[in-house]
Structures are given as C-alpha cells and as structure tokens.
C-alpha cells in the first residue's frame, strides 16, 4: 500500500508515526507499504530549532497539550512524550479571574483517571522538533501541493508546482486550515468550497521571564482573566523540576485575545499600535502581573482566529482529513493538538484493523492482481468509521470552544456582569456534577473508542448476514 501524507505539522509527523508502527506487514508475495510525507516549508533537521536540545524555543509561540493529547503521546512514543514533559510545565489547573481580580472559577486540568497526567504547557515549536527527531530525514520530500484529484485508473493524484505528480492508494490530508486535499474532499479539487473562517478575534502574545508569576499564588495552573474588553492570559511554560509544578522554570508566557471586525495584515503589522491598544484595554485590571506585562510588553506574535467550516465530509475516494485540515478548532478549546492527535491515531488503529482482516480473511485472492482492491476495501472501511466515530466528538468541542471564545469579545457593563456571573456558576456546578465534562474531555480513550467502534461495526455485519 502506497500511502501519502501532505503536511508535516503535528498531525502529518504523528499519523507517519502511528501508521509506522501499527500496520500489519503485507504478505510475502504482496510489496511493503510505502509512505511518504510531502512539506511545502523545509522541514529538515537544519529546520529545527535548538529546543531539540533541551533548550527553550518562542518560535511559533505555545501550545498547552491536553491530558488525552498526552495519553495519545505516550501511546505513540513514551520517549516523545517525556521529552515534552519536560521542556514544558505541567498544569494541574485554571484560574477564571475577572478585570477586578476576582477568582470566579477554578478548573481541573487533569486526566480524571490518571492524577499525574496534567495539561503540558509547552513551546509548539518544541513539541515539533520532539516529532521531527523521531523520523529520518527521508520520510519527508519538500514539495508545494498544487492539486489533488482522482485518477482515471480511481487512485487519488497529487500534483505539484514543479509538475511532477505521484498517486496513491490513500491520501491523508494533514495540510491545515487552508488544506488543499480538502477541496477535493468536499468538491472537485478546483476550489475551496469551505474556506477557513475568521472569528473576528484576534491574539497577540509573547514570552515573559518566570519571575514575573508569584511562585505560590501561580504553581500549578494557567491564570485566564476576563474583562469587558477582551482577554488576557498568562502562566509558566518552562519547569525546573519536571515532576514539581512548583519550581518555574525561567520562561512564562502571556496572549491576549480582543474583537476586531476586520482581518489584520498579519505580515504589516504595526507594533507601537498594537501596545498601545493591548495597555489601553487592559490599564485599569487589577491584576498586578497584566500590569506589569503590558508595561514592559514585547509583542513576539498576532494572530488572528481562523476556524475550518463544518464539513459534509471528511473522507472518500481514497482522501482522508485529519486535524486542522478537518476542523480547526478555536484556541479557546484548549484541544487543537490533541484533537489532531486523537485523530492521527485512531486514523492508524482503524486501518491497522482493516488491513490486518483483509490480509487474514483473503490470502487465498492476495495476488499482485487483486490486493489492491483488497487494500482500497480496508481503506473505506477505515477511514468511514474514522469520520463516524471523530465527527460527533469534534463538534462538541466546537461547540464549547465557540462558547468560550464569545466570552472574549466587546461586552456593555451589564453583559460583563452576566458574564461573570456564569463563570462563577459554572465553577458551582461543575464539581457538583461529577466532572462529567473532564472525564469525557480528558478522560477519553482512542485506543478504547476504537475498540467499541471495531466491536459494533463486527455485531452490524454479522446482523446483517444471518
């Protein structure tokens, strides 16, 4: 089976991984699987940013992995998932405060099944560079996407700028909000029918030396403080001591999120504007360490909030979607990589499965002549019950992010009450309920999902057949 990946972000490095070491080895007379990753960014070792090596890197700012994005690493590699641990600081909790500085609400941020097993809060660029050092440097070829089609023989083809083109029996899609495999996906390849969205929310941040954050009033959590004109953020990202949340390490970082109507020009952007309107919305919060910051703020990064449209579909003709490239999620979910995450290895589990009942149940029809109809049947199967099982769990964090993410936007003096108001009862309830949200937001299981989906699919065809 000849499989590409397009996109060697987190999702695309993470589903070569779990592929690579999950598929079932074809039989002897069948040739081995062959996958390949296409880049359009270099993404060689000389890429790679001096994080590799323990050291603190700002590039690409932070991302905060889940504890079900970590489950899903430690499955993956555990050496990958220790080496995260440790450049990046664990969080055990969030701290919901208002522009008085009042504590509204406070948030586990911990597996409700496994205590040790915080949120990692940690460089992305560092989370790469941990991927990026697991694979060799053949597995990915730097080459720009033009298009994807479907061949007349039924194969998908990837075509690229330089004309050069490569088919496949599957083409994983692992190319962002801006995925080019999608437009194929969702339509006939000539355009995006699903562009990404813009929020209307923009963010800018940067990194801020630890000593800023009180070591006994911050250990252990993400401070998040909302006020009437947006959304300010801070906490530590670097641990001295990886199995102690209470010994910063020198890196902390802060964002801020604000409602802008019109799409900034990421790449013409005016810093002193910027500051100036960072200090003029958050001058009168009292929080003593926003104060500090937005005095002394060096802007590193602005962002504006891009979300992919729901899709009709994520699959089909030998295509398949994965992480932004199906649903970029709002920052405010807090599950953009884990998300993409859980999708590299369910994606691998389900088609380990197919391929391993197809090479069982038809070695007597496994020829040269027939197995690719064989493989093609295991890659529809797959990537059906990939989306089925994906699909409803996405969109109910969608949901939720897009929940949270409002809070951040203008609001009139008695919209700012309410709001207040329902972060502090959600703080009352949430306990009261049990955590039902956590355990099935940070409790969720791939490798369990999985199962149960493999389970019901296998009752359905036996139903079906009596």
């Not at 992995?65 to 600081?89: C, E, F, H, R």
């Not at 496994?114 to 991927?131: K, N, V, Y």
């Not at 104060?291 to 962002?303: A, G, H």
Request: charged share 25%.
């Amino acid at each position: 089976m000849k499989i590409v990946i397009v996109g060697a972000g987190i999702s695309g490095i993470s589903v070569f991984t779990f592929l690579k070491k999950l598929l079932p080895i074809p039989p002897a007379h069948l040739p081995p699987h062959e996958i390949l990753i296409y880049e359009s960014h270099d993404a060689s070792r000389r890429a790679k940013s001096a994080a590799s090596a323990g050291e603190f890197s700002p590039i690409g700012g932070v991302l905060g992995i889940a504890p079900n994005g970590m489950k899903v690493l430690w499955d993956l590699n555990p050496q990958i998932a220790a080496t995260i641990s440790a450049l990046g600081y664990p969080a055990s909790f969030f701290q919901l405060r208002n522009a008085y500085g009042w504590l509204l609400a406070r948030f586990n941020a911990m597996d409700p099944n496994i205590s040790t097993q915080r949120t990692i809060m940690c460089s992305r660029q560092a989370i790469w560079d941990c991927l990026r050092d697991s694979i060799s440097d053949d597995a990915i070829t730097q080459k720009l996407v033009k298009e994807v089609s479907i061949s007349a023989n039924g194969r998908p083809r990837v075509k690229f700028f330089d004309d050069s083109t490569v088919e496949a029996d599957l083409v994983i899609g692992a190319d962002g909000v801006k995925s080019i495999v999608k437009r194929t996906v969702t339509g006939d390849g000539k355009k995006d029918n699903y562009p990404p969205t813009y929020e209307g929310l923009v963010g800018v941040g940067g990194f801020i030396p630890s000593s800023y954050l009180d070591t006994e009033k911050h250990k252990d959590s993400m401070t998040m403080t909302f006020g009437p004109h947006g959304f300010f953020g801070y906490g530590p990202v670097t641990s001295a001591d990886k199995n102690s949340p209470k010994t910063f390490g020198p890196r902390a970082f802060w964002w801020s999120n604000y409602e802008l109507d019109q799409l900034p020009n990421t790449k013409a952007i005016d810093k002193d504007h910027i500051r100036n309107q960072l200090q003029e919305r958050h001058h009168t919060w009292k929080d003593p360490v926003i104060r500090k910051i937005i005095s002394d703020v060096e802007l590193d990064s602005i962002y504006p909030t891009f979300t992919t449209p729901p899709l009709p579909r994520w699959e089909g003709n030998g295509l398949v979607l994965i992480g932004d490239a199906a649903h970029a999620l709002q920052p405010s979910s807090g599950q953009g990589a884990s998300q993409a995450l859980e999708d590299a290895q369910t994606l691998a589990l389900l088609l380990a499965y197919h391929l391993r009942h197809a090479y069982d149940s038809d070695s007597d029809a496994m020829n040269r002549a027939l197995y690719s109809t064989v493989e093609s049947t295991a890659i529809r199967s797959a990537t059906k019950i990939y989306c089925d099982l994906r699909k409803p769990r996405v969109e109910r964090i969608t949901q939720y992010a897009k929940r949270i993410g409002d809070l951040k936007r203008k609001k009139s003096v008695f919209e700012e009450w309410i709001m207040y108001f329902f972060i502090w009862l959600m703080g009352m309830l949430i306990p009261l309920m049990g955590g039902t949200w956590n355990r099935s937001l940070y409790g969720y299981d791939v490798r369990e999902e999985v199962a149960k989906a493999i389970k019901a699919e296998s009752e359905g065809i036996g139903e079906g057949t009596d």
